[in-house]
């Protein structure tokens, strides 16, 4: 019954949102709301920054687009402040193809879907709303109804902007239906719908032999040709060709550089003047943005070309690379793994990160930078913290690599070799070394690939293996020493007495025999060096630790060991440290005794309640790690 509720509800709304009028009432919608009347460019524009922006580290980021397209925020940034703004704003930049030039499965076709899909729902609000001329194939702005003469004055009582005529269809009606009378010209609101094809159409080349003309500008209609006597005749031509449907809104070129030239030499007039040429009739006004894909290799042929250098200059190129960051890597592939039918599948923590690993690192250059190499450079643009290098060190890094992710292991191949694994896996649940495991075989597998590059990527999965050793000992350090928390509590309280009388140049009592004693450097020196604290940078880092015991007192809050993150690090690394010969002895004996067993338990049981591991993954992590600290 809710869902049947729904469909009335739906009903309902779809009856709201139609208007039907005539041209005078549309005049008065006019008064009101002048924006309906903008520009496709303005409409799309502003459908993106309706969703909101916000800014992170220096760079915009667009909420229309976030929920889809991951790692892209400076490239997403370019194409809306570079391409959409200025084309709202009327500039010449409107009048060009927008080009979407990178990598396979690099995010190109999700953009264009995005916006196709974005305009259908925007054009169903009040801000997005499109009203056309009723029975008009190309759905055209009622305003081109007003006579050139009259325009001038229009513009100016009414503060908008008129372009375009109309086309010969409206034309002829307009004369033989209504005798010139526009103010009773029919119009409605329109909704912009790909399957309707009303506003968004697609182009999709194929053998060139075979493919019309007619499906990017329309055909005759033989059928009445006899009835209306010339072919000149608006009503005996179907305007149904993607350019014409495609008008108020965006057309779809897809694999445009594949195309034969003749379904190119279209876009000349309409990229440049607005307007195209269809059959016996004088140019067609189409308002409407073009946006094409194409790959790099395509691309390079095509500007080599010298025939085609008239339509170089129409297009603007932006470049769509791989996403460089692990973080967001992780998302593309829990986005992908969502929209398929593994939900009974579990994937062991930091399974998709390490795959997202390996896949980064192949897309990244080298850099020049002295102690740069791939791993920190990653670890940088991800947002961690490196030691020698700081954020604004990135900015250096993105100049001295202007290509960096236009090449590289695309995310199907990821997702691909991640559902093989999924699939096989017998005991529902995949880890890290599953993964790992599952891109070697792929490598093996792959038939295009060099010597030299499979031997580069093979190198990209030891180094993801390293980088996973160091997660899982981390992992298992944390859940060991959550286990000892008195110890850890212990140490941390004893640390911090130490530090106070080291910064207040006090001296320490022996709780059992009184005796004044200096401030234990040994024990703070165990401790600092877990985290890679310096002899020369010991004395600040102790004076940071009691500044912050300070202000937390004032404050009336216990500052517990979890209150600084590098500190916490610090005593958890000493403890594991300490407890290491455990540790070994716990997760490596083939028949613990009872107290190992009670252990090994309770950090499973943590690792299952806290940090998202299933009984079959926490007991291999336990085991590998074991392993590991036993070579």
């Not at 690379?321 to 929209?339: A, F, G, H, T, W």
């Not at 090994?600 to 049981?605: G, K, L, P, R």
Request: aromatic residues 8%.
């Amino acid at each position: 019954m809710d869902f049947i509720r729904r469909l009335e509800e739906y009903r309902s709304l779809e009856r709201q949102l139609a208007w039907e009028g005539t041209f005078q009432d549309y005049l008065e919608v006019l008064k009101e709301r002048p924006f309906v009347s903008q520009l496709a460019h303005s409409r799309i524009y502003k459908m993106i920054r309706s969703a909101g922006i916000e800014e992170k580290d220096g760079t915009k980021q667009y909420n229309f687009f976030s929920a889809e397209i991951f790692g892209l925020d400076k490239t997403l940034e370019k194409l809306v402040e570079e391409y959409f703004h200025p084309a709202a704003r009327r500039l010449d930049v409107r009048k060009r193809i927008l080009l979407l030039m990178g990598p396979v499965s690099g995010g190109k076709s999700t953009l264009v879907a995005m916006l196709k899909r974005g305009l259908e729902k925007y054009s169903r609000t009040d801000e997005g709303a499109v009203y056309g001329i009723k029975g008009c194939p190309m759905h055209e702005e009622p305003l081109h109804l007003i006579p050139k003469e009259l325009r001038e004055d229009f513009q100016k009582e009414y503060d908008v902007y008129i372009e375009g005529e109309l086309c010969p269809s409206c034309r002829l009606m307009v004369e033989n239906k209504y005798s010139g009378n526009i103010e009773n010209v029919p119009v409605e609101r329109v909704f912009l719908s790909e399957d309707d094809r009303v506003g968004i159409g697609t182009f999709t080349p194929s053998d060139p032999k075979s493919q019309d003309i007619a499906d990017l500008t329309g055909s005759l209609d033989f059928s009445t040709i006899a009835d209306y006597g010339s072919e000149s005749d608006p009503r005996a031509y179907r305007f149904d060709g993607e350019l014409n449907i495609a008008n108020r809104g965006m057309m779809e070129f897809q694999e445009m550089l594949k195309c034969d030239e003749k379904f190119l030499w279209n876009l000349l007039s309409l990229s440049q003047e607005g307007n195209f040429k269809a059959g016996r009739f004088a140019l067609i006004y189409a308002d409407e943005m073009i946006v094409a894909h194409t790959n790099e290799n395509e691309y390079k042929t095509f500007i080599s070309n010298k025939k085609n250098e008239a339509l170089q200059s129409r297009i603007i190129v932006m470049k769509i690379p791989y996403n460089l960051k692990v973080s967001d890597e992780v998302k593309i592939y829990e986005k992908l793994i969502r929209q398929s039918d593994l939900r009974n599948i579990h994937i062991a923590p930091h399974a998709l990160r390490i795959a997202s690993i390996f896949s980064v690192l192949s897309r990244m250059k080298e850099s020049k930078k002295q102690g740069m190499d791939l791993v920190k450079k990653m670890k940088l643009y991800d947002g961690e913290d490196v030691e020698g290098f700081k954020q604004k060190d990135l900015h250096e890094l993105h100049s001295e690599a202007i290509d960096e992710g236009m090449s590289g292991v695309d995310p199907r191949y990821v997702i691909n070799r991640l559902s093989s694994a999924l699939i096989r896996s017998a005991t529902q649940c995949i880890n890290p070394l599953d993964v790992l495991r599952a891109l070697k075989e792929g490598l093996d597998q792959h038939p295009s690939i060099t010597k030299e590059e499979r031997d580069r990527l093979l190198n990209f999965i030891s180094v993801a293996r390293k980088e996973y050793d160091e997660m899982a000992k981390k992992e298992v350090q944390k859940a060991f020493v959550y286990s000892y928390e008195e110890s850890a509590k212990v140490l941390f309280n004893n640390y911090l007495d130490n530090v106070e009388a080291y910064c207040n140049g006090l001296k320490l009592k022996d709780p059992i025999t009184d005796e004044e004693l200096d401030p234990d450097e040994k024990l703070m020196r165990s401790i600092e060096e877990q985290i890679g604290v310096s002899e020369g940078a010991k004395k600040a880092f102790r004076e940071e630790i009691l500044i912050r015991l300070s202000s937390y007192a004032r404050k009336n809050k216990r500052f517990e060991y979890s209150s600084h993150e590098r500190l916490r690090e610090a005593i958890e690394k000493k403890l594991f440290a300490d407890l290491k010969d455990v540790v070994k002895i716990t997760t490596s004996t083939k028949t613990p005794d009872a107290e190992q067993l009670k252990r090994v338990n309770e950090v499973s049981a943590r690792l299952i309640a806290e940090h998202g591991y299933c009984p079959t993954c926490a007991n291999e992590l336990l085991k590998y790690v074991g392993s590991l600290l036993n070579r």
